[in-house]
């Protein structure tokens, strides 16, 4: 894979399948390079596999199909360019979809009632005066925001305190059709200065279940709880007793008194409510009357990997998605008790689910595959689509081989080796997740590909503090990051150089976020690496509390408040040691690791004339790698492999190499320190 292989890339979201179970719907993203923006369709498919799947839509994006119970209106989102999602609704019949709101902020995903006449969703609602709500009020001419939670600011979102998240209700139109009228006025069910999200109606339509915090104290807790409201606004209850985080409430539609709420939680927070490290969010219960939290899985060993934006409950059971040992697997758990059945295991990530007519449509990932739809029937798994087939067919695609090593202590390392064809020896890439409590593992990781294809050998494993080995291995780094993680980053890298097919002496780390905590800390111990990159990292625990959006809390539960012992976890506290040649990576408009993190670093290394780089990318946040402009993440992919091409230099990779000035390059691809580079702090138009 290469940079501009981006514009291939096909990645299909949530399904949907209609209550015969004969049809599922997906929208399906891509990268548009030259528009430098995403666009995405709704594609239509036969579950049992009798025809091709076929755009539905052709909005320029269009996203989060929900089949209504009665099988005859397609709910979804679709943005105009440079425009908010809204809510349409399209006869499955036929004809023209209609928008049913227009939101200034835009709306969230629909969520039909159970006679199909209503839609429930969430929207955020700006303060007047602000986000362009009034055209004589730029942004710089608001009111100054008075603060006064700890909770005010969210990664990708950026001020949350004068644009709550709110439920609202809308009537489906009379005339679905276009014809003129108005639609019916959303209602604005929920209101407050807190968030309201993942709303779900009860069976008989009467109640609608959502998640909030409004307890007293929630501005220094991690808890949140299920509340339940008329739809008229009425009758306000709070359902959960339990100190948990919750999330995704939904009701068994066969049990017509709505008795129960399933849903997915971290069920014990403890006392304080805020001991989250490598708490495992597993499928619960509650009584819709009021009560504690009850797992339904054991919270030990399941994680919640999938990503519905809901808990999925259909035939008696619960279908769920779990973490395991880099994989997603899809579970159907019996509300009744008993043994969960895996639907689908090995090595696939399931990353949505849908049920419908007694057909189980997942949205699968693998190792060369950013998704395609599977339906599951009793006794069968059939493939449906063949999204993946653009990119598959350049050829540019690499297999993971699975592998694990010993750390010091005799503790297991689990990951994976990626390798160029050829006999080698490759030269090292050392990568680093995010997290911590994350996991790589089974899917297409579009970056590692590139790296393969450039010619570098690629590793990656999951440390103690991963997600994915149960809670134990999460736990343990709690107020320790940096210590056994390392250790066990670094044994995988050790036992992963014993192949001679890899040069041991041509090794390079990095990482993102808690990955650039990882690699500023080691190269802060060790001179082993050729270079490195750290990107969008954790460096410093003490100014992160006062500039992160979870600076008030994440630091005191992964690295302790002990000065001491926080100083020992620090990577900038001993980044004067750094002496590693190290590129810097960071978005402008980060606010879960705020670029001070990566400036800090930059600024240290280069008072010192360590060879270093500044890449910065305007108007991005902590997701650039993932969801930042396409132009953005392909410039980001060509400047980190300049960046290797520069210090580990390959056959594939040799383009940057030959850009350099004479002498920058040593044979064995690392500059003396004495000759530190002379590329400035570099801004991407």
């Given at each position: 894979?290469?940079?501009t292989?981006l514009?291939?890339?096909?990645?299909?979201?949530?399904?949907?399948?209609s209550?015969?179970?004969?049809?599922?719907?997906?929208a399906?993203?891509?990268l548009?390079?030259?528009?430098?923006?995403?666009?995405?369709?709704?594609?239509t498919v036969?579950?049992d596999g009798?025809?091709?799947?076929?755009?539905?839509?052709?909005?320029?994006r269009?996203?989060?199909p929900v089949?209504?119970?009665?099988?005859?209106?397609?709910?979804?989102l679709?943005?105009?360019p440079?425009?908010?999602?809204?809510?349409?609704?399209?006869?499955?019949?036929g004809?023209v979809?209609?928008?049913?709101?227009d939101h200034?902020?835009?709306?969230?995903?629909?969520?039909?009632?159970?006679?199909?006449?209503?839609?429930?969703?969430?929207?955020r609602?700006?303060?007047?005066?602000?986000?362009?709500t009034?055209?004589?009020?730029?942004?710089?001419?608001?009111a100054?925001r008075?603060?006064t939670t700890?909770?005010y600011?969210?990664?990708?979102?950026?001020f949350?305190?004068?644009?709550?998240?709110?439920?609202?209700?809308?009537d489906?139109?009379?005339?679905?059709?276009?014809?003129?009228?108005?639609?019916?006025?959303?209602?604005?069910v929920?209101?407050g200065?807190?968030d309201?999200t993942?709303v779900?109606?009860?069976?008989?339509?009467?109640?609608?279940?959502?998640?909030?915090?409004?307890?007293?104290?929630?501005?220094?807790?991690r808890?949140?709880?299920?509340?339940?409201?008329?739809?008229?606004?009425?009758?306000?209850?709070?359902v959960t007793a339990?100190?948990?985080?919750?999330?995704?409430?939904?009701?068994?539609?066969?049990?017509p008194?709505?008795s129960?709420?399933?849903?997915?939680?971290?069920?014990?927070?403890?006392?304080?409510?805020?001991?989250f490290?490598?708490?495992?969010?597993t499928l619960?219960?509650v009584?819709?009357?009021g009560?504690?939290?009850?797992?339904?899985?054991?919270?030990?060993?399941?994680d919640?990997?999938?990503?519905?934006?809901a808990?999925?409950?259909?035939?008696?059971a619960?279908?769920?998605?779990v973490?395991?040992?880099g994989?997603?697997?899809?579970?159907?758990?019996?509300?009744?008790?008993?043994a969960?059945?895996?639907?689908v295991?090995?090595?696939?990530?399931?990353r949505?689910?849908a049920?419908?007519?007694?057909v189980v449509?997942?949205?699968?990932?693998h190792?060369?595959?950013?998704?395609?739809?599977?339906?599951?029937t009793?006794?069968?798994?059939?493939?449906?689509t063949?999204?993946?087939?653009?990119?598959?067919?350049?050829g540019?695609?690499?297999?993971?081989r699975?592998?694990?090593?010993?750390?010091p202590?005799?503790?297991?390392?689990?990951?994976?080796?990626?390798?160029?064809?050829?006999p080698?020896?490759?030269?090292?890439?050392?990568?680093?997740?995010?997290?911590?409590?994350?996991?790589?593992?089974?899917?297409?990781?579009?970056?590692?590909?590139?790296?393969?294809e450039?010619?570098?050998?690629?590793l990656?494993?999951?440390?103690?503090?991963?997600?994915?080995?149960?809670?134990?291995?999460?736990?343990?780094?709690?107020?320790?990051m940096?210590?056994?993680?390392?250790?066990?980053v670094?044994a995988?890298?050790?036992?992963?150089?014993?192949?001679?097919?890899?040069?041991s002496?041509?090794v390079?780390?990095?990482?993102?976020?808690?990955?650039?905590?990882?690699?500023?800390?080691l190269v802060g111990?060790?001179?082993r690496?050729?270079?490195a990159?750290?990107?969008?990292?954790?460096?410093?625990?003490?100014?992160?509390?006062g500039?992160?959006?979870i600076?008030?809390?994440?630091?005191?539960?992964?690295?302790g408040?002990?000065?001491?012992?926080?100083?020992?976890?620090?990577?900038?506290?001993?980044a004067?040691?750094?002496?590693?040649?190290?590129?810097?990576?960071?978005?402008?408009e980060?606010?879960?690791?705020?670029?001070?993190?990566?400036?800090?670093?930059f600024?240290?290394?280069?008072?010192?004339?360590?060879?270093?780089e500044l890449?910065?990318?305007?108007?991005?946040?902590?997701e650039?790698?993932?969801s930042?402009?396409?132009?953005?993440?392909?410039?980001?992919?060509?400047?980190?492999l300049?960046w290797?091409?520069?210090?580990l230099?390959?056959?594939?990779?040799?383009?940057a190499?030959?850009a350099?000035?004479?002498?920058?390059a040593?044979?064995?691809?690392?500059a003396?320190?004495a000759e530190?580079?002379?590329?400035q702090?570099t801004?991407?138009?």
């Amino acid at each position: 894979m290469r940079p501009t292989d981006l514009s291939l890339l096909r990645v299909p979201g949530v399904p949907t399948v209609s209550p015969d179970g004969a049809t599922a719907v997906v929208a399906v993203t891509r990268l548009d390079l030259d528009a430098d923006e995403y666009r995405s369709q709704l594609w239509t498919v036969p579950t049992d596999g009798s025809e091709p799947a076929r755009p539905l839509t052709h909005g320029h994006r269009d996203t989060e199909p929900v089949y209504s119970p009665d099988g005859r209106w397609l709910a979804y989102l679709s943005a105009e360019p440079k425009g908010k999602p809204q809510l349409h609704v399209l006869a499955t019949a036929g004809g023209v979809a209609r928008a049913l709101t227009d939101h200034h902020l835009g709306a969230g995903t629909p969520v039909w009632s159970p006679d199909s006449r209503r839609l429930a969703y969430t929207a955020r609602v700006p303060e007047a005066g602000r986000y362009g709500t009034d055209e004589d009020v730029p942004p710089a001419a608001e009111a100054p925001r008075l603060i006064t939670t700890l909770t005010y600011r969210a990664d990708g979102v950026g001020f949350t305190n004068d644009r709550r998240s709110h439920v609202f209700v809308v009537d489906l139109p009379a005339e679905t059709e276009d014809d003129g009228v108005a639609p019916p006025t959303p209602f604005q069910v929920t209101g407050g200065d807190v968030d309201d999200t993942d709303v779900t109606w009860s069976p008989s339509g009467a109640e609608l279940a959502f998640v909030s915090a409004r307890h007293e104290g929630a501005d220094t807790d991690r808890v949140s709880d299920v509340y339940t409201v008329r739809p008229d606004g009425t009758g306000l209850r709070k359902v959960t007793a339990s100190r948990s985080a919750v999330a995704h409430p939904a009701y068994d539609p066969d049990d017509p008194d709505g008795s129960t709420i399933y849903l997915t939680a971290q069920p014990d927070l403890g006392p304080l409510g805020r001991d989250f490290v490598g708490r495992n969010t597993t499928l619960c219960r509650v009584p819709a009357a009021g009560g504690e939290v009850e797992p339904l899985l054991d919270p030990e060993e399941h994680d919640r990997g999938d990503e519905t934006p809901a808990t999925v409950v259909a035939g008696g059971a619960a279908f769920f998605g779990v973490q395991r040992r880099g994989a997603v697997e899809l579970l159907r758990v019996p509300l009744s008790g008993g043994a969960p059945e895996a639907l689908v295991d090995g090595h696939y990530t399931v990353r949505g689910i849908a049920v419908g007519g007694g057909v189980v449509v997942a949205t699968v990932a693998h190792d060369r595959s950013a998704g395609e739809l599977i339906a599951v029937t009793p006794g069968r798994r059939r493939l449906i689509t063949g999204f993946g087939a653009p990119l598959q067919a350049t050829g540019r695609l690499h297999r993971m081989r699975e592998t694990t090593a010993t750390a010091p202590d005799g503790y297991p390392v689990h990951g994976w080796v990626t390798t160029p064809p050829g006999p080698g020896p490759h030269p090292v890439l050392l990568t680093v997740h995010g997290g911590p409590f994350a996991q790589y593992g089974w899917t297409l990781f579009d970056e590692t590909q590139a790296y393969v294809e450039a010619g570098y050998a690629v590793l990656q494993c999951n440390p103690r503090g991963s997600s994915g080995y149960g809670e134990a291995h999460g736990r343990v780094i709690k107020e320790h990051m940096g210590e056994l993680d390392a250790d066990d980053v670094v044994a995988f890298l050790d036992a992963a150089l014993e192949d001679p097919t890899l040069d041991s002496s041509r090794v390079g780390i990095m990482g993102g976020s808690y990955g650039g905590f990882m690699t500023t800390l080691l190269v802060g111990r060790t001179d082993r690496f050729v270079a490195a990159i750290s990107e969008r990292a954790f460096n410093d625990p003490v100014s992160f509390v006062g500039s992160s959006d979870i600076g008030f809390f994440f630091p005191d539960e992964y690295v302790g408040t002990d000065p001491e012992r926080v100083a020992a976890q620090s990577p900038m506290a001993s980044a004067h040691r750094i002496t590693t040649p190290t590129m810097v990576i960071h978005s402008e408009e980060d606010w879960r690791c705020p670029l001070e993190q990566g400036t800090r670093l930059f600024v240290e290394l280069k008072r010192r004339g360590v060879p270093t780089e500044l890449l910065l990318f305007p108007g991005e946040g902590h997701e650039l790698s993932r969801s930042g402009r396409p132009k953005h993440r392909q410039a980001r992919l060509e400047h980190v492999l300049r960046w290797w091409g520069r210090w580990l230099p390959t056959p594939q990779n040799s383009s940057a190499v030959a850009a350099l000035p004479a002498g920058q390059a040593s044979s064995n691809g690392r500059a003396p320190h004495a000759e530190p580079l002379t590329v400035q702090a570099t801004r991407l138009p």
